[in-house]
């Protein structure tokens, strides 16, 4: 590759990190990244890209066309922020209470911004057409899927997708890049567990679903334990439980809530169909019934094997060989919507804030990145996009 992108993208650290700041004081909750996209939008448009509003609500494209024909690539940058009271005590803190980015997508939208930057004046080298999709709505799962409705993956459809996301738990230097499944695919449940209520002096006369409901939770503890097969990942989570407000009455019914993360979905399968038949049947047993609802949320994000292996030589050489590593979480991410249409890769960036005074996770109120990571994360990423469109 002729084009040294670590050294421009040193060369734009200022750049990334007082947009990066800016967005950290603006932050807007999903759907409504109304002045984010208005910032992306202008930025793009000055930059001389083919820009369109308002795909998926409030998502912005911004298109690259180069001038000799190529591939599409599609970059998937975040711009959502989180309804959290920001407690960091940074000069730059959130402006408006309640909200806050505490997951690193200010990061991402000052990186994607900064590719657009680093490869425009490239246009006449540029084979193909990079593809810039400023998501809204990735912390309620809902924006990758709003701006597919809107036909993101058309005129034109792109050949590989590539995304990045600032991780705080990983050091500086450090990228994970693992092979195949990355990310869970997730779900939420609810179980309505439904008896007879009545005097709790009298159990006889009742019919308890709160005793049921307390089978029901522990017998889901048999799912990943026993039925699913100990070299697949699966979580099942009860977070909810919802039964009564009195200490004399037995309530009507009670309720259940959680969530499910995978990463085949023949494991959510056999999750889900478990859950259905441990439900029903120990209600039945119970002389209760129960009604098991499941809304899904996001894909499982997967790494395409061969998009993975065209990059691994490119990160390697930004950052030595054993600095990559085989990283996966049971945390969600809806730019597997984007991935299960398209091959590619989503990788991420270790972030971690050496200064604070202690880690703090993503989504938390100190959440806190290194910002030396912006550069680091703008040379990957436009690397990455440069190995598919630049000669
Ligand atoms: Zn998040
Ligand atoms: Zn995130």
């Known amino acids: ?91 730059y803190s959130s402006e408006i209470s309640g909200k806050m980015h505490a997951c690193g997508h200010d990061g991402h ?29 990735e912390e309620i799962g809902q924006g990758a899927d709003a701006m597919v409705a809107d036909g993101v993956m058309n005129d034109p459809a792109p050949d590989v997708t590539v995304g990045l996301h600032l991780w705080n738990s990983l050091p500086l230097g450090v990228v994970g890049m693992a092979d ?46 026993r039925n699913a097969d100990p070299f697949d990942s699966a979580v099942v989570s009860v977070t909810c439980i919802d039964a009564g407000e009195a200490y004399n009455v037995i309530p009507q019914a009670a309720e259940l809530k959680g969530t499910v993360r995978y990463f085949r979905n023949e494991v959510r399968d056999l999750v889900t169909s478990r859950m259905r038949q441990i439900a029903e049947n120990i209600a039945l047993a119970m002389n209760c019934t129960a009604e098991v609802n499941l809304s899904p949320m996001t894909k499982p994000v997967v790494n395409n094997s061969a998009v993975r292996e065209r990059l691994l030589p490119v990160f390697e050489n930004i950052l030595g060989a054993d600095k990559i590593e085989a990283i996966r979480t049971m945390g969600a991410e809806d730019v597997g919507v984007f991935m299960t249409e398209v091959p590619g890769v989503y990788f991420f960036v270790g972030a971690k804030d050496e200064t604070a005074d202690s880690y703090y996770p993503h989504h938390h109120p100190r959440f806190t990145i290194n910002e030396e990571a912006l550069p680091l994360g703008l040379a990957l990423l436009t690397s990455a996009i440069a190995e598919y469109v630049l000669p």
């Open 1 to 91: 590759m002729a084009t040294d992108f670590v050294g421009q993208a040193q060369a734009l650290r200022e750049r990334l990190i007082e947009r990066r700041r800016d967005f950290h004081r603006h932050p807007e909750l999903a759907f409504e990244e109304e002045r984010t996209a208005g910032v992306v939008a202008n930025t793009l448009t000055n930059l001389g890209l083919e820009v369109q509003t308002g795909i998926g609500k409030t998502g912005v494209v911004g298109i690259l066309e180069g001038d000799q024909p190529g591939l599409t690539v599609l970059v998937r940058a975040d711009m959502d922020a989180l309804p959290v009271r920001e407690d960091t005590g940074a000069a």
């Open 109 to 137: 939208t000052s990186i994607a911004l900064g590719a657009a930057e680093l490869l425009a004046p490239l246009r006449d080298q540029i084979r193909g057409r990079i593809k810039f999709v400023f998501q809204p709505a």
């Open 180 to 225: 195949g499944p990355i990310m869970a695919g997730a779900l939420t449940f609810n179980i309505t567990i439904r008896g007879r209520g009545g005097h709790a002096a009298s159990p006889h006369q009742t019919i308890d679903p709160v005793v049921c409901a307390a089978q029901i939770v522990t017998a889901l503890q048999t799912i990943v334990s």
